[in-house]
């Protein structure tokens, strides 16, 4: 009978930890879908659709960076409440950090560098074209600057200078040293290899340039916002007019996908094969406004009102 007993809890143990690493084994991972916008003209963030308020009237948030646990939001904030005495900002875990007079856009970080885009206001009250590292203040002479990203340990922006008339230069930065393109403007970056990719405007004409050749975007395009290239394709994101209606849009490779249901779209972002976009609505007629969030075309109404801004601009997508 001992022998039968003993045998019983040496098969009772090992099924139960069998069992139990099987269990273990069948976690099934997670995704976080983080959003940075401006609702009724304050900014926040969203987690999964719960919205966190991060500062008070008149402030922004931009774009978003994550860096293993931590979450960086770029933006704007305002202590009077007065959007023309705004001061670029960021947050890392909602916990803001103030910099300079002026204004944020994009976000990057690499390693323990912290990096936030934008333009600052001299004396003249001139926009000056503007990234700060950990605190620290570079300029790029009268201008903006609007995307950044990081490939390996080289830093690439985009944005805009101005020329000798008074023009605007469609511009990026390589570690900070320019490269022109013409008129124009350039809203955004990224870097696949060896491949530059830069959004934008060049003369009138809506596109972007991979490693300086302009590529034409077809279509009657209200403007553009960002681009991403996965694998082979390249997407862009915007709005374009259809029989004088503005649309939220996106691109694959030329090839646009019209959202009737918005206005305008200012980021995409992928997970697996869920393309996720951010942008916002316009009712005019009744000045109705609304932070939007598609995926895979489908939408979600982030939060809405009239009367105030409300804009999503940067989304991340955190797989567990």
Do not use: R
Request: aromatic share 14%; charged share 10%; net charge neutral.
């Amino acid at each position: 009978m001992k022998l039968y007993s003993k045998l019983f809890c040496m098969i009772f143990i090992v099924t139960s930890i069998i069992y139990g690493c099987k269990k273990d084994g069948a976690k099934t991972a997670t995704t976080d879908i983080y959003v940075a916008g401006t609702a009724n003209n304050k900014a926040t963030l969203w987690k999964n659709g719960v919205a966190t308020q991060l500062a008070g009237l008149n402030s922004t948030a931009i774009k978003i960076a994550v860096n293993g646990n931590d979450l960086y939001v770029s933006g704007s904030v305002s202590d009077t409440g007065y959007t023309y005495n705004s001061y670029c900002a960021y947050w890392k875990n909602g916990v803001i950090t103030k910099l300079n007079e002026g204004s944020g856009y994009g976000v990057a970080v690499n390693g323990h560098d912290v990096y936030v885009t934008g333009y600052i206001i001299n004396n003249s009250g001139q926009s000056i074209a503007a990234c700060w590292k950990n605190g620290a203040l570079s300029t790029f002479g009268q201008g903006y600057v609007y995307g950044i990203t990081i490939s390996g340990n080289d830093v690439y922006m985009a944005g805009v200078t101005t020329g000798p008339n008074g023009a605007a230069i469609a511009t990026y930065w390589k570690n900070n040293i320019p490269v022109t393109f013409g008129y124009g403007i350039a809203v955004d970056i990224a870097v696949q290899g060896s491949d530059i990719y830069v959004a934008g405007s060049y003369n009138d004409t809506s596109g972007y340039w991979k490693n300086n050749v302009f590529v034409p975007v077809s279509g009657f395009l209200a403007g553009l916002n960002s681009i991403s290239v996965s694998g082979n394709n390249v997407y862009l994101t915007g709005s374009e007019l259809v029989s004088g209606i503005q649309y939220a849009t996106y691109w694959k490779n030329g090839i646009a996908t019209v959202l009737t249901n918005g206005f305008a779209i200012y980021q995409i972002a992928f997970s697996g094969n869920d393309i996720y976009l951010v942008g916002y609505s316009w009712t005019g007629a009744e000045s109705l406004h609304g932070d939007l969030l598609w995926k895979n075309n489908t939408l979600t109404t982030l939060a809405s009102g009239s009367g105030g801004a409300y804009y999503a601009q940067g989304i991340a997508i955190v797989n567990h």
